[in-house]
């Protein structure tokens, strides 16, 4: 099985803040996504590509594509926050 993740986002719900993580739409990438940490368990190797067109939202841009056969793979990134606010 393939899975696709594109278009995330995390911003602070406090107010109008700027976009906190890095390529989040992965518009960015080309091979591997820019910007993000992959892992994989069971030694599956880091599976993510990035891919385009139908896979993605609107069957347009980038995307990543987790190939991992367990199912098991993180894509992370750490960003600053400020403590009481809601992301």
């Not at 393939?2 to 109008?16: A, I, K, Q, R």
């Not at 990438?29 to 030694?43: N, R």
Request: glycine share 10%; with cysteine.
């Amino acid at each position: 099985d393939e899975y696709y993740l594109d278009d995330v986002s995390v911003t602070n719900m406090n107010g109008t803040g700027p976009q906190l993580l890095t390529n989040p739409s992965f518009e960015s990438s080309a091979g591997s996504p820019v910007g993000w940490t992959v892992s994989c368990s069971s030694g599956c190797g880091n599976q993510a590509d990035i891919v385009s067109g139908t896979p993605c939202v609107s069957s347009s841009g980038r995307c990543v594509e987790a190939r991992c056969s367990d199912h098991n793979e993180t894509l992370s990134q750490t960003f600053a926050t400020v403590s009481g606010n809601r992301y």
